[in-house]
Structures are given as C-alpha cells and as structure tokens.
C-alpha cells in the first residue's frame, strides 16, 4: 500500500517510467496498430543467419584476443 503524505500534491516532477527498466509500461498511444506476423524462414535464410551471427562472434571474440594478447606483451615488456 502505497504512503499518503499530508504535502504530496500528485505531480509528477521526473518521470521514472523509462523503457527497459521492469515497471515500464508503455502508453497506449507507443503501441503499434498492426502485429506483423512472422514468416517461417527457409533452411538457406536459416543457415545465412547462423553464419551472419557466427561471424560477428567470432571477430568480437578475434578483437578480444588481440587486445589481451597485446596487454600481454605490454606488461612483459615493460616488466623486463
């Protein structure tokens, strides 16, 4: 149950409903009219997002790499 304060008057000086948060409720007017209905996809646009995905996992985890193995060799360089 919500406290009721003698000088709370009901204004909304911040509004803390912001999307991503877990009480977020959108208003009625953010919600789209029409649901767009998925469409099943193909083996060939299947296997093209699999590997679209892959793909970009495998340079963030390449990027990662170089940036530990270049602080890597920093510090043994600096350390000798």
């Known amino acids: 149950m919500k406290k ?39 083996k060939d646009e299947r296997r093209g997002l699999y590997l679209g995905t892959m793909r970009a996992v495998a340079l963030i985890a390449f990027v990662f790499v170089c ?3 270049l602080l890597i060799l920093g510090l043994i360089l600096l350390w000798n």
């Open 4 to 42: 009721k304060y003698d000088d709370d008057d009901g204004r909304v000086i911040a509004n803390m409903n912001v999307e991503g948060m877990r009480w977020y409720r959108p208003k009625a007017s953010d919600k789209p009219n029409n649901q767009m209905s998925m469409e099943e996809l193909t």
């Open 67 to 69: 940036v530990f193995f």
